[in-house]
Structure formats: C-alpha cells, structure tokens
C-alpha cells in the first residue's frame, strides 16, 4: 500500500464530480502496481504510432498510413459530432419538460383559485344565513335563537376573511413569473473554478469591483457566449484584465500568465492544472461523476489511502491516454 505523503484535499461539487487539489510531487506513482498500469496505458497510446510515417516506409505505404490517419480523424469528428446532436437533443428535451412542468404548475394554482373561489362563495352563503337567522331571532324575542345565530356569524365571518386572504395569496402566486432556478452543472463547475482562481470576486456584489464583473459576464451572454465553452471564461478574464487591471497584473507578474492561454489541460475525464500554466506546486484535478461514483462503491471515498491511491491511477490514466 502506498503511502500517502500528503493528505489530497478532495472538494465534491454539486454535479457528482470532486475536485483534487493534489502536490506536484505525488503526481507521479509510487507503487509497482499503479506504475504498471501507467506503462500499460502507456503502451496503449503508443499503439497509435502504428500509422505513423517512417524514414523506409514507401509512397505506397505512406499514402495508407495518411488514409488511416484521416479515416480515424474523420471518425473522432464524426463521433464528436452525434455526440453534439444528441446533448442539443437532449437539452430540447430537457428544455420541454421543464416548460411542461411549469404549465402544470400554472393550471395546478389556477385550479387552486377556482376552489378557493367556490369556498368563499359557500362562506358568504352561510354568513347571509346567519344575518337571516338574527333578523328571525330579533323579530320574535328568541334569546337562545339570537346567541346562535351571533356565534354563526362570527363564524363564517372568519372563514370568509381567511379565504380571501388565501385567495389573494394565489393571486399573487399565479401572476409571479415562473422563475427557472435550476443551473447547468457545467456552468456552475465552471463558474465555481473560476471564482476559486479569482478570490477577489465578491458574489454578493459588496464592492465595485465585483459589480463590474457581474456586468461584464451579463454582457457577454447578452452577445451570445455561451458560459459552458471553456473560451468564455478566457474571454471574460480578457475584458476584466482591461476594466480591472489592478486585479490581474499583480497575478502575472508573480506566476507569468497570459490570461488568455488555457489554464488547464483536459484529459479524457479529468483536468490538471499544470505548473506549466501558471499554477504552483499543487496541481488540480477532477473526478468525473462516474469515477467518484465507482470509488464510493468500491468503499475507498472514507479511507484515505485506498481514496489516493484510486486517485493517482486515474491521474495516470488520463496523462497516459491525453493525446487519444
């Protein structure tokens, strides 16, 4: 079992995956059994080396090798691109339902009047009983008559006004506009790692600095950026670096960085932010969801070193497999 040199902060978000803020140092395996299946990995990237070209190779060969190539370039966008069509399917989809569910809102609060409508119409019947059963009681002397006839008053005189107050409180609810609280797990993955990198932003706006972020993002989604596209982040860092400078040229100075090169390098289900980017000794890197699942179930998530361990697999994994 390795042992862990220093304890990996593990941050779960909101979408199921989990953020690793691990040391430089420990990126590396440590053991026989995690260095294996780093070199197997390895191995099966540099199967890809096949179709490469080589100093003997003749035009013959040399022309399969660049239909291969191009076949399996072809076949990488075609995927990516069915990929696209389902996820915009599937956001369609998504975008139905959601209106679906807020009509049936909508009609379940219009109903919810209706009734409620109907009760104070029983109520206001049974308070003109009582006002009739106080004339009756009056005319005739009834004592007896004229205390229960007072007390029916004054209890649909209640229901009344408690229905109406419940009826304007379904006024109001039908008339709010239907608000869609639910985020995009990528925008709020993204926006969270943006806010950790700039730890001057303010999101409950108490300083102006952190208005005119705001403003800029609002603007930039009014021109069409899309927040899930990594390149709106890098965009948004441009225009702030302009509003506010003060803000950004401290942090180049002290770690080099161009704001507008990628901070991180995306492997096949997970990210490190390399110290080649401009980070420092600690490197991050993210868990999908699945993989966070499967070391849950496989009962590593609560050990610490069973959850390292797993950790630096996938790390290698993923730098093994980068160029796939």
Do not use: C
């Amino acid at each position: 079992m390795a042992e862990v040199k220093e304890k990996l902060e593990v941050e779960e978000q909101n979408d199921g995956s989990a953020t690793v803020e691990v040391p430089e140092k420990d990126l590396v395996p440590d053991t026989v059994e995690e260095q294996n299946g780093f070199d197997r990995a390895k191995e099966s990237n540099d199967s890809n080396d096949a179709d490469a070209d080589h100093p003997d190779d003749d035009e013959e060969l040399r022309a399969a090798k660049r239909n291969r190539r191009r076949a399996k370039k072809d076949l990488v966008r075609k995927t990516n691109q069915e990929k696209d069509v389902r996820l915009q399917a599937l956001q369609r989809e998504n975008e139905e339902f959601k209106r679906r569910l807020s009509q049936l809102e909508r009609n379940t609060k219009a109903e919810h009047v209706v009734r409620i409508d109907k009760n104070i119409e029983d109520a206001q019947t049974r308070l003109e009983y009582a006002k009739m059963k106080i004339a009756e009681a009056t005319q005739n002397q009834d004592g007896q008559g004229m205390v229960d006839a007072q007390l029916l008053l004054q209890n649909a005189s209640d229901e009344v006004r408690q229905l109406k107050q419940m009826r304007n409180q379904a006024d109001q609810e039908l008339k709010r506009p239907q608000q869609n609280n639910a985020q995009d797990p990528a925008i709020a993955r993204r926006a969270n790692e943006w806010v950790r990198r700039n730890s001057w932003y303010d999101s409950s706006l108490r300083d102006p600095d952190s208005k005119v972020a705001k403003k800029v993002d609002e603007l930039m989604v009014a021109q069409g950026w899309n927040p899930t596209d990594p390149d709106y982040w890098d965009e948004l860092d441009s225009r702030l670096q302009k509003e506010l400078p003060h803000r950004y040229n401290d942090r180049n100075d002290d770690e080099k960085r161009n704001v507008r090169r990628p901070r991180n390098v995306v492997g096949s289900a997970g990210r490190e932010a390399s110290a080649s980017y401009g980070g420092s000794n600690r490197s991050q890197f993210v868990l999908s969801p699945e993989r966070v699942k499967a070391m849950k179930d496989a009962g590593a998530w609560e050990n610490p070193e069973r959850k390292a361990k797993m950790i630096k697999q996938f790390m290698a994994y993923d730098r093994a497999n980068r160029n796939n």
